[in-house]
């Protein structure tokens, strides 16, 4: 399979998807980017929950994310909490609501159904298409975002204890599955 067929299926992948997206945002009153902000607000660490963060993991503008923002704090699915390190940054927080309408959209029903139909093959194609998205955010010389557990900061101290060795601070059994903007691959 040549670089243009593989293309053309991921491209159609995406575009059945984000058209199941929008579906499921409509009883919620969200767009494809409402859903795409809320989903990454629940995969990121206390290090990447500023809009800043979210603009260029999304990849657009902060004016579009201020935007975004603003609908989901009007809609009560997110809360913006002040840095106590830092006057300049503003944490963001899902709420309750933004968690349960991110757990009722996201992923769409058809994906649900239609991800059973690869059985065994669903790892490799995991692992495959991972390795896609890390060549190419490395090619555009993008962050990684990746999980925190896999990152070279990454400090294993003990049983349960754990540390950012960029920044020096403990971190939780949890926060290791987390994104972080701050992620740079082991070897990289």
């Not at 491209?11 to 009153?29: D, F, K, Y």
């Not at 959209?105 to 390795?131: C, I, S, Y």
Request: net charge positive.
């Amino acid at each position: 399979m040549g670089a243009d067929r593989t293309y053309a299926l991921l491209e159609r992948i995406t575009t059945l998807l984000r058209n199941e997206e929008r579906a499921a945002g409509l009883p919620h009153g969200l767009q494809p980017v409402h859903l795409q902000a809320l989903g990454y607000l629940a995969a990121c660490n206390r290090y990447s929950n500023t809009p800043a963060a979210l603009a260029e993991y999304l990849g657009l503008t902060k004016g579009t994310v201020s935007q975004t923002l603003l609908v989901l704090e009007n809609k009560g699915l997110l809360t913006k909490q002040g840095s106590a390190e830092d006057r300049r940054v503003v944490h963001l927080h899902l709420t309750r609501e933004g968690r349960r309408v991110l757990e009722d959209a996201v992923p769409p029903e058809l994906f649900r159904r239609a991800l059973p139909a690869l059985g065994q093959g669903r790892e490799a194609l995991e692992q495959q298409l991972t390795r896609l998205l890390q060549t190419l955010q490395s090619a555009h010389g993008q962050r990684s975002f990746g999980q925190c557990d896999s990152c070279r900061h990454f400090q294993h101290e003990g049983p349960g204890r754990f540390r950012c060795g960029l920044t020096g601070e403990p971190l939780s059994r949890e926060e290791g599955t987390l994104l972080c903007r701050e992620h740079v691959a082991v070897g990289g």
